[in-house]
Structures are given as C-alpha cells and as structure tokens.
C-alpha cells in the first residue's frame, strides 16, 4: 500500500494570483515589480483550526501585509497592513475576523534591530480589524512569542468568545 499525497493549498497558486489581479487593479505600479517584491515575500504564517490559511508579503512600499485565505470558499481576504518593514514570526486572527494577533521580529543585514520597543527584540501586537483599527502592545520581550486563538468545539455559544493563547521561547543561562 502506498502512500498518496494530495495538495489542497498551494500558497504560489491558491494566493498569488489574487495578490497580483488585486495590485492590478489598484495601480500599484509595474506589474513585474509587484510580482517580484510579493513572490519574494510571500509565506503563510499559520493554519488555523478552521483550516483558513494565514499568510504575509511585503508590498511594493515594504510595508508588513496579512491576508487570509478561506478553505471553504476559496477566496482570499486581507487581514491588516502594518506601514513598517516588520518581519512576522506568528499571526493569528478570531474566529469573527476582528481581532488579529501578531509577533514580529525586524532583521537587518548586521542581525536583529531593536527599533521595535526599547531593549526588545520581539513585538507582540493586538489589533482590532473590524470595525476600529485599535493596536495594543501585548508583550515586548527579548524572546519569541507564538500567538494563537484557540476557536471553541462548536459553535453553540449566543456570545463569541475568544481566548488567545501566547507561548514564550525563555532561555535558560
């Protein structure tokens, strides 16, 4: 008996070609240059337990951008953009699509940059999508921090109800 593998997401045909149609239409240049910068960039961060792909690119001004692929529908949605080049370790939004928890880590060419908070090499964010654009600093650490919603069992509760997980790397001396 062997093993059969099937691809259900492929990030380079299930997300880029939306990204490139979306900058089309949107006037954002060269469409060679756009193609270049959001290949280059673009990996998905996390797979959440819906099975909706979170992924991120640069865009064609460097800024951080998230989206959302939906498994079900097969379409793509953006999440938020952050006006920085910010370099992504972790991302995950509610199950409602109105809050979006990231970790971020910025890299330069001498290593990482502690521009993000004073002392900190690590940024984890906390931002309403819909309806305010509201972003509180949930943690500012010199260690990697892992985000994640955890989605309930099932959909019988009459409020939403959202719990974050967040994991810390601690380093032993």
């Excluded at 280059?40 to 337990?49: A, D, F, T």
């Excluded at 979170?54 to 865009?59: A, E, F, L």
């Excluded at 409020?159 to 601690?170: A, D, R, T, V, Y």
Aim: negative net charge.
């Amino acid at each position: 008996m062997a093993l059969r593998l099937v691809t259900h997401f492929d990030v380079l045909e299930d997300v880029l070609p939306s990204l490139l149609t979306q900058a089309a239409t949107t006037d954002e240049g060269d469409r060679a240059g756009v193609l270049e910068t959001t290949y280059g960039s673009l990996r998905v961060l996390n797979i959440e337990r819906n099975g909706n792909i979170i992924y991120t690119y640069k865009d064609n001004k460097g800024n951080a951008v998230f989206g959302l692929y939906d498994c079900q529908t097969r379409q793509n949605e953006h999440l938020y953009t952050f006006e920085k080049d910010m370099q992504a370790v972790s991302c995950s939004v509610n199950s409602e699509r109105t809050v979006l928890a990231a970790s971020f880590i910025q890299y330069t060419t001498e290593g990482v940059k502690n521009d993000l908070q004073p002392g900190s090499k690590c940024l984890t964010l906390l931002v309403e999508i819909h309806p305010v654009n509201n972003v509180k600093v949930l943690k500012a650490v010199d260690s990697c921090v892992w985000v994640q919603f955890l989605y309930p069992q099932a959909e019988s509760h009459l409020l939403p109800q959202n719990h974050l997980l967040l994991i810390s790397e601690e380093k032993c001396d």
